[in-house]
């Protein structure tokens, strides 16, 4: 049989193919020098042999080199990751890695708490696919100082009630102690009010004798500075209206920022964040006449939040007000943001509270009384706080007659370990921040036993590497 001429394409293909798709590419008919950016004759190979030799390609081959090789070391020192990167990093760890680095993660925690007398705390929040979602923290208390904190365990709840918080704690200490509960040891748990937290602490202490149980000073403050807020009703819509003003409106905002180069832009404050309510008062009784000027340089027509704040800026009594709220309830912000510090003794720690009480004795008017009965009422229900009180005096120095009936199943030598004992819970709301972090828009299959361990491992590194450090120091 005659000998089948090829097609042209399938000549130019295996040109490409043979010198490489970098060097040449075909377009349609015509083969394309990528590097020279020109035609390249392709009736006969002697025409690309000798477009290959010529000192335009060979400076361009050279070129190109030059590129890759910046390149490489462009991405081999480039510390910001790609998503692309990341997500095949991030399946290779889940698939290869994980169980070990999180057993391994958990064998530290063991190693540090094995032997250690723990304060507990507990919280839940709701994650965008809509689970419940229940954090465990534990910490060591120490005699001398703050102690270690680690996320031990999460887990997804059907619901929330005191039955699965009891269970969860439990589960949790059987975890930390695999081969028994050291009940004993179980000093102290914190927790915010819920009722439902309440009853599972009440329940608990049949099983942890020793155990007290606080609920989160900080949550406490965090309701009162929310019982604040209901009794200015039009400080709190002039808050809500101008935050809308603003929201999603880059024209208005670049406005502010040249008529106010000086001022920041009004807070928006979120009502679970303890405190910003306050804030963000205090930050209108600074700025009013500036807000004032603002608002009126709009339009009223171009948005309802517009007229709504120009009536609100309009209402008698609102710089009264103002000034009443800083004045007298700026302390609770500012209280807040000194619980959720790090290193504080248990007698700093009450101390703030204290200064709280006593400033709270002097308000007067119509709004100072009852605000600062629910002060009162929401201390006075927190019955293990009043006996970490009791506690601190006897740390400091004072006598108690009453002792015995204080301590109950406690010992003399387990009050050494609470000088250092929380009164919040804020530990548990940093593990929830970055749990939100770690559920990215791109990780929504991760299964949550896999999720969990990512997050127990990203909490915990660098408290492992803290207190290696701590034991260091104090070894030397």
Known sequence: MPKVKSSLTCKLKSIVSEYGEEVFKVDESVLFCQLCECKVSSEKKFNITQHLKTDKHIQATKRHKNKIEKKQQFLTSYQKKNSFNVDLYQTTLRKLYVDDIYNETMENIRSKLSSKRIWVSIDETTDVEGRYIANVIVGSLETDRQGVVFLLHTEELEKTNFSTISQLFNKSMGILWPNGVQHEHVLLFVSDAAPYMVKAGTALQVFYSKMLHVTCAAHGLHRVAEHVRSHFNSVDKLIASVKQVFQKAPSRIQLFKNELPRVHLPPEPIITRWGTWINAAAYYCENIQ???????????????????????????????????????????????????????????????????????????????????????????????????????????????????????????????????????????????????????????????????????????????????????????
Do not use: M, W
């Open 290 to 476: 500036a807000i004032r000027h603002i608002i009126g340089l709009l339009d009223q027509e171009d948005a309802i939040s517009i007229q709504k704040a120009k009536k609100c800026l309009d209402k008698p009594n609102l710089e009264n007000n103002l000034a009443y709220i800083k004045s007298n309830f700026s302390v609770l912000s500012v209280a807040i943001d000194k619980l959720q510090g790090k290193c504080l003794s248990l007698a700093t720690s009450l101390n703030i509270i204290k200064n709280i009480e006593e400033t709270f004795k002097t308000l007067n008017g119509e709004h100072g009384k009852p605000i600062n009965l629910k002060l009162k009422n929401v201390f006075e229900k927190n019955k293990g706080l009043s006996k970490l009180k009791q506690l601190s005096n006897i740390l400091d120095g004072e006598e108690n007659k009453n002792i015995g009936e204080l301590l109950g199943e406690l010992t003399c030598n387990d009050i050494v370990y609470f000088k250092y004992a929380p009164i919040v819970s804020v530990d548990v709301e940093r593990s929830f921040s970055t749990y939100k972090t770690l559920l990215a828009d791109n990780r929504r299959e991760f299964k949550f036993e896999n999720l969990a361990k990512h997050l127990i491992i990203q909490c915990n590194t660098q408290a492992l590497q803290d207190s290696d450090q701590s034991d260091y120091q104090t070894s030397e």
